[in-house]
């Protein structure tokens, strides 16, 4: 049982490496989703902006947030290994 949006997000990237068929919506449909207070997940679930489906899977909206906070940790920390 998914408990917090981290562990979703956990959760949704494994969904990734063993899923094929999904892809992230365009910035315009995101934001169209956001604006009407909803979002889909990867499986096409429909959420709230902020949450998981009943799957585990994180909306896109947390996903590409969360991707975005990666790409700058990874280019803050160029050249260091975790
Ligand atoms: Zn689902």
Redesign the pocket.
Known sequence: MIETVDEALRNTFAWFEVNSGWAPPDDDTLVEWIADGVCR?P?D?IVAPDTW???G?ASWWLITNELQKNDRRARDRKGLTP
Do not use: G, K, R, W
């Open positions: 997940c499986d679930c489906c009943e799957h899977l």
